[in-house]
């Protein structure tokens, strides 16, 4: 087996557990010793047997983003960038879907907090917590308002 090859084998086993960037194929790579020239043959690859594609991989991790882990959009962004994903691939994703940040940030709450005694939380310790997920501070507090009115 060549070195292209053990390349190819070791990205598709690295993507196989969850869709990859091609940062994260590349970084992933570099760091298992392979040159710059295997790795951009084997991520060409990769692209041209639909096994690789950045926007792909960003509208999967917008959807699971939103639903799951009710992210805000500014975290969304931030986690995008940080996995390689260019500015107008975001900005392209990001504009096929509309997102009620008030509701997501109520639901985060929802999630996290729906079974705690409504006497033991702090409105303080929501907002932080919606504040450390992204949202602005105009929401959080929109959210913390919708929580406790729900709950």
Same mark, same amino acid.
């Given at each position: ?6 390349a ?10 969850r869709?990859?960037s091609? =940062? +994260? ?15 951009e ?9 639909s ?6 991989f ?13 992210s ?6 931030m ?12 900005e ?19 999630? =996290?907090?729906?079974k ?10 929501? !907002?932080r917590? !919606?504040?450390?997920n ?6 959080? +507090?929109?959210?913390v308002?919708n929580?406790? +009115?729900?709950?």
């Amino acid at each position: 087996m060549n070195l292209t090859e053990d390349a190819i084998k070791s990205a598709v086993s690295f993507i196989r557990y969850r869709p990859r960037s091609k =940062k +994260e194929v590349y970084d992933k790579l570099k760091r298992k010793g392979f040159n710059i020239e295997i790795i951009e043959e084997v991520i060409s690859f990769l692209e041209k047997n639909s096994l690789l594609n950045d926007e792909e991989f960003a509208r999967l991790w917008v959807n699971e983003r939103l639903v799951l882990k009710k992210s805000s959009i500014i975290k969304i962004k931030m986690e995008l960038r940080a996995k390689g994903i260019s500015d107008d691939i975001i900005e392209r994703v990001l504009s096929d879907i509309e997102v009620d940040e008030v509701e997501n940030a109520t639901n985060l709450l929802i999630q =996290k907090f729906s079974k705690v005694n409504k006497k033991s939380l702090d409105r303080n310790k929501l !907002l932080r917590k !919606l504040l450390s997920n992204g949202f602005s501070y105009t929401t959080s +507090e929109k959210a913390v308002n919708n929580f406790f +009115e729900k709950f």
